[in-house]
């Protein structure tokens, strides 16, 4: 047990882009970020530096979410080390994009592994924690194409848009016992996600967006870190725009 762990946050995908960002607004003394990835070319430093620079206590392991046994692991760990979770938050996602007559099997199965599946994995464990704790934040990082659909990705907005059913469910299940569940829907976010986009096709979409510009991964952490904190104990079930008002 890390004794001087007095708040344990959880954060899938918590290398780069959103969830660095929430890794990073989190942070502060005595409380233990733990994030995971899954490219073996990651090492989660910049991440660890950053939480530690904040007074956190850090700990990054690579881990595929949509890994039922590597998930069971990972909570393993951070139960082993500190007895609890108070937030979790589900944000480790990724992209297959291409039309539906060209989407192959393997496209679909993966982005659903990966960002339904690896909520689902995650969520039940915490929750058992969180049960007996008689407390917990989940916080579940969707996305506008789960509720306005969006060409070319089929498979993430399918994903995105099951996320959304589990969260509903799963603040019905838990609300009794002091567990609330939230989704943040973010809109075009300038991540390494959306770096493939070309300087026409991000521009395109900024005119859309009434505020006039791309949201960064802090506009997102900001809400994260809100649905968290005291302010939010009366919020559970419910989709979280921030979009820029882009999708109203
Ligand atoms: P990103 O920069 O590509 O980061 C994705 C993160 O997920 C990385 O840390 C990545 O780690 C991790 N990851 C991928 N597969 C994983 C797996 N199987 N197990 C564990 N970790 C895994 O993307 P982002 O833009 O920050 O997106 C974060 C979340 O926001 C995603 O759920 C995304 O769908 C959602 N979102 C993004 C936008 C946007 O415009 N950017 C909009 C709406 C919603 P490694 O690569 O190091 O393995």
Partial sequence: ???????????TGGSKGIGRAICKAFAAPGVGVYFNFNSPETTGQDTAEEISAAGGIPKGMRVDVASETEITD???TVLDETGRIDVLVN???ITKDTLLL??????????IRVNLKGTFNCTKIAAKAML??????????????????NPGQANYAAS???IIGLTKTVAKELGSRGV?????????????????????????IIA????GRAGTPEDIAGVALFLASKSADYITGQVIHVNGGMYT
């Fill in 1 to 11: 047990m890390i004794s001087d762990i007095k708040r344990t946050i959880v954060v």
């Fill in 74 to 76: 990972f909570f393993k």
């Fill in 91 to 93: 944000n480790a996602g």
């Fill in 102 to 111: 060209r989407m192959k099997e393997k496209d679909w199965d993966d982005v």
């Fill in 132 to 149: 007996k704790q008689r407390y917990g934040r989940i916080i579940n990082i969707t996305s506008i194409a789960g509720v306005a659909g």
């Fill in 160 to 162: 995105k848009a099951g």
């Fill in 180 to 204: 609330t569940a939230n989704a943040i829907a973010p809109g075009f976010i300038r991540t390494d996600m959306t770096a493939g986009l070309s300087e026409k096709a991000a521009s395109d």
């Fill in 208 to 211: 859309q967006i009434p505020l």
